[in-house]
């Protein structure tokens, strides 16, 4: 149990030195948009289906899953999680909900809030890039 803890730390650190270094990148003026789109697309797949935490998908007991998990998008190891929460992204259209649940935990608000910085920073660099 110990190993799993320091492990999902260590995957917290890598999303806020992932995140600190997106925003390095914009104050860095020998990089461009380019580099930059890239970089931050990869954060956000980092945050969807990689980055360490909790699971959140509703338990039979109406409560939510404590168990560890990879991704926002992702559930923990078991099956049904995993669809529940693919379902709940695409096709019963409920981010609000799922974004809560993911606001819920610490490990949660920071990947989400990598995900969103992410995802700005790569839109906000590929329209600097079609518009140069
Ligand atoms: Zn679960």
């Not at 110990?2 to 997106?22: D, F, Q, Y």
């Not at 559930?75 to 993911?102: D, I, N, S, T, Y």
């Amino acid at each position: 149990m110990v190993g799993r803890k320091k492990k999902g730390r260590l995957g917290n650190l890598w999303t806020g030195l992932a995140l600190i270094a997106v925003v390095l990148l914009w104050t860095a003026p020998a990089v461009g948009p380019g580099m930059i789109a890239i970089v931050s697309a990869f954060l956000v797949l980092y945050c969807l289906f990689l980055a360490p935490t909790w699971c959140c998908a509703t338990t039979r007991k109406n409560d939510f899953c404590r168990n560890n998990a990879s991704g926002i998008l992702l559930g923990c190891h078991l099956q049904q999680h995993k669809w529940q929460k693919l379902k709940m992204a695409f096709l019963q259209q409920r981010p609000v909900e799922a974004l809560r649940r993911m606001l819920s935990n610490m490990s949660g608000i920071a990947t989400s809030l990598s995900a969103a910085a992410g995802t700005v920073s790569a839109g906000v660099a590929t329209v600097t890039l079609l518009t140069r």
